[in-house]
């Protein structure tokens, strides 16, 4: 069973960056697709961007596409995601999880661990 860690979140301003990491342990992480979610008060998780086991394949959530770039390096068993050019409408916790297959997923029922989460906040 895989251990996920986040890390990275903090308080930023709109237009600025942060780098989340998802460290991993307890698992053959490189046997994972991975994929980060996020979830505002009072609302659902939402789906952030996915990357296949061997990092080959990636996938954004529409909103994210060309400010967030999902990677990772499976010789250090962590997951990263680059968000730029952040709004005060991404501000939320921030959920790494993994997946028993080659393939990532859009939705939270398609993983089968979860990290406790990182917040991020972007004020105006």
């Known amino acids: 069973q895989v251990r996920l860690v986040e890390s990275g979140g903090g308080m930023v301003q709109a237009g600025g960056s942060l780098r989340l990491s998802c460290a991993a342990s307890g698992g053959t992480f490189s046997s994972y697709a991975m994929g980060w979610f996020r979830q505002a008060p009072g609302k659902e998780r939402e789906f952030v961007a996915a990357i296949s086991r061997t990092g080959g394949f990636t996938n954004y959530a529409d909103s994210m596409k060309g400010r967030f770039t999902i990677s990772r390096d499976n010789a250090k068993n962590t997951m990263y995601l680059q968000m730029n050019s952040l709004k005060p409408e991404d501000t939320a916790g921030y959920f790494c999880?993994?997946?028993?297959?080659?393939?990532?997923?859009?939705?939270?029922?398609?993983?089968?661990?979860w990290g406790q989460g990182t917040q991020v906040s972007v004020s105006s």
């Open positions: 999880a993994a997946r028993d297959s080659s393939w990532p997923a859009g939705s939270p029922n398609d993983y089968d661990y």
